[in-house]
């Protein structure tokens, strides 16, 4: 048994409608776990009209202990839904959600330490700390105070449409398509930076600080590291800036012609430093919340089991979908995942190359861990297909249409009926992404008849995500040169198709309802693999901070081979088409029309 075999590694994973803390071994094991789920509820004003959506922050998988926790009543709504297509948080509580689940975690080491002292085996120790974070979401502060507005805008908030729209139509195509092909994203409502301009344009403390040049800028990421490390480190990690629209692709600088494109004086805002992701960024301690405005999110015991790991370095940091890439052990050109969230994000590791899609896949950063031997040093880029609405659309005909009392409902309502009865939904709430990019797109289900139940509409939705998936790889496919439609070859006789194998991870791959008419959408080329690591993102941003020491002694893996080797495991299900072709076609062109009736909706 080597020291290895004692030492974990924590990572903090803030989802949109969750977040999760969980202890990890050297085998990829979940030491401990804990996590906070959102519902959506509606708040109603006195005299029952309905006025907020916003979504509570509830406990549903915790290994432990309610001592832990704040009293609910007083912690408020960490989401927001204010207006149509506007998604707000909470940044303070971001915070305090990760490390209430954290301080949870530790309280179930040190019971497993007490019992394995009693074994006679070596305690567990926290060697290292990583973040895994949705990606995108706008949070501003005050230099000065560390405060931040109380809401910060989420990556699926569509209030910036006017402000894309402009940009679009008053820059030349050419010069968009030069921007697009530096930042690896389109001008779209979906990255930071149209919302960073819509915060200076339209909240006056906001204007004020920037007026100033006290404004401070970041995605979850940052304001996570910022209030977690005793040297308020303000770094991003480049997963992560590559989300923004401010950073060269290529080179991991911020640039000043993307800065001009959307009029922010770099001079005016406090941007993070660039980083890799995997490197010591500072050493963790306890945020001060009531500093944050949030007194009392931290009960006395949370401080305390806190501080107990005051000084670990926090060494891991990658956007949740670059997360699940690695923790998916996509670590190879050619390898790929798709994770199922709240929304739903294929990345397709192409390592040191930067492709730029020309059907509608954007290009970003999969992982750079400077520390590793040469061969493994250098970063990993991916092509990405986004969608915006996966399981939010399951909460949705929860909370909003009270269809089914828990997400896991959805499959066995869905699979009451053989097919969706000719209903098409299409999920677009926050418009469309990838590979059909329409921010006036807007929700729509067509087909309805008197015949029409609950489970069509669900089965329905659920395949409004799946589709979009099926047209996400096709896009891939046309990049990859691929002619006709791929899907549609028979097995084994196509070589140009970009994956035979979708493996798949987060929340909504757990049901086998879903994934299976995944498959049958796909159709037989592309088998539907789900992860053996149900808790892939967390898992990657684990590996990042294990791997991140200059010393290879110091760290819970050598190197990528080692964490291929040391992690592995069983896939929990395989998920192969059983739809018949001529069904197939039929079908998919009917999702076709349906997105050409609900694209431009709001225009
Ligand atoms: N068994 C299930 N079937 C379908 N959807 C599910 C199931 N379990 C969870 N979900 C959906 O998965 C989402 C949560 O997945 P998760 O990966 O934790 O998301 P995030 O990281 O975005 O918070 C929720 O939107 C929920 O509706
Ligand atoms: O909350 P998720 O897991 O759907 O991920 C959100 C993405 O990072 C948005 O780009």
């Known amino acids: 048994m080597s020291a290895r075999d004692n030492q974990l590694v924590a990572s903090i994973d803030?989802?949109?409608?969750?977040?999760?803390a969980i202890l990890f071994n050297r085998k990829g094991h979940e030491i401990a776990k804990h996590q906070i789920e959102y519902s959506t509820t509606a708040n109603t004003t006195a005299d029952g009209e309905t006025k907020v959506f916003s979504a509570e922050g509830i406990t549903i998988t915790a290994t432990e202990d309610l001592e832990i926790e704040d009293n609910n009543d007083s912690k408020g709504p960490t989401l927001r839904f204010p207006q149509p297509g506007w998604v707000e948080v909470k940044p303070a509580h971001v915070l305090a959600n990760g490390v209430q689940c954290l301080a949870a975690c530790i309280v179930t080491l040190e019971k497993l330490n007490k019992q394995r002292e009693a074994d006679g085996e070596q305690p567990y120790t926290i060697i290292s700390i990583g973040i895994a974070n949705m990606r995108e979401t706008t949070i501003v502060w005050d230099k000065k105070t560390g405060r931040s507005l109380n809401y910060?805008?989420?990556?699926?908030?569509?209030?910036?449409?006017?402000?894309?729209?402009k940009k679009k139509s008053s820059t030349p195509a050419e010069k968009l398509e030069e921007l697009r092909q530096k930042s690896g994203v389109p001008v779209s409502t979906y990255f930071s930076a149209s919302k960073l301009r819509w915060l200076i344009d339209n909240d006056p403390e906001v204007e004020e600080l920037y007026s100033?040049?006290?404004?401070?800028?970041?995605?979850?990421?940052?304001?996570?590291?910022?209030?977690?490390?005793?040297?308020?480190?303000h770094v991003s990690d480049v997963t992560n800036a590559s989300r923004t629209t401010f950073m060269d692709i290529r080179t991991f600088q911020y640039d000043d012609e993307l800065f001009a494109l959307w009029d922010i004086d770099p001079k005016k805002v406090q941007f993070p430093k660039i980083v890799s992701s995997s490197e010591h960024y500072g050493s963790f301690s306890v945020p001060d919340l009531t500093k944050l405005g949030y007194p009392g999110?931290?009960?006395d015991v949370a401080i305390e089991k806190l501080n107990s790991i005051e000084g670990v370095p926090i060494a891991g940091c990658l956007g949740d979908q670059s997360a699940s890439l690695v923790g998916q052990l996509a670590l190879r050109p050619g390898a790929a995942k798709c994770t199922y969230g709240t929304g739903c994000f294929l990345l397709y590791n192409t390592g040191e190359q930067t492709l730029i899609s020309k059907h509608g896949a954007l290009t970003t950063v999969g992982f750079w861990f400077p520390n590793l031997k040469q061969s493994e040093n250098k970063p990993h880029y991916a092509l990405e297909g986004s969608i915006a609405v996966a399981g939010s659309v399951v909460q949705w005909l929860r909370d909003n249409l009270k269809l089914i009392e828990q997400a896991q409902d959805i499959g066995p309502l869905a699979s009451l009926v053989p097919n969706s009865g000719g209903v098409v939904f299409v999920p677009a709430f926050s418009g469309l992404f990838a590979p059909y990019w329409d921010s006036e797109a807007r929700g729509t289900i067509l087909g309805l008849t008197q015949y029409t139940t609950a489970s069509h509409i669900a089965r329905a939705a659920l395949e409004g995500v799946c589709y979009q998936a099926r047209a996400i790889l096709k896009a891939m496919a046309s990049d990859a040169g691929a002619e006709g439609d791929f899907l549609e070859q028979a097995v084994g006789t196509y070589e140009k198709?970009?994956?035979?194998?979708?493996?798949?991870?987060?929340?909504m791959s757990k049901s086998d309802e879903v994934m299976q008419i995944q498959a049958d959408i796909l159709g037989p080329c592309v088998t539907v693999r789900r992860?053996?690591?149900?808790?892939?993102?967390?898992?990657?941003?684990?590996?990042?901070?294990?791997l991140a020491s200059k010393d290879a002694s110091e760290r819970l893996w050598d190197d990528l081979e080692d964490v291929t080797e040391a992690i592995g495991g069983e896939s929990t299900g395989d998920f192969v088409s059983k739809s018949e072709k001529t069904e197939r076609r039929k079908l998919w062109s009917l999702w076709e029309r349906a997105v050409e009736r609900a694209t431009g909706w709001i225009a």
Do not use: M, Q
């Not at 803030?14 to 999760?20: A, D, P, V």
């Not at 910060?152 to 729209?165: H, L, M, P, Q």
């Not at 198709?497 to 987060?506: E, H, I, K, N």
């Open 14 to 20: 803030i989802g949109t409608t969750s977040s999760r």
């Open 297 to 299: 999110a931290l009960s």
């Open 531 to 546: 992860s053996p690591n149900s808790e892939a993102t967390a898992l990657g941003a684990a590996i990042a901070a294990g």
């Open 152 to 165: 910060g805008i989420v990556w699926n908030d569509t209030r910036t449409a006017d402000i894309v729209n």
């Open 212 to 233: 100033k040049g006290e404004l401070v800028f970041g995605t979850v990421d940052t304001w996570l590291i910022y209030h977690l490390t005793k040297e308020n480190a």
């Open 497 to 507: 198709a970009p994956l035979s194998l979708l493996a798949v991870d987060g929340g």
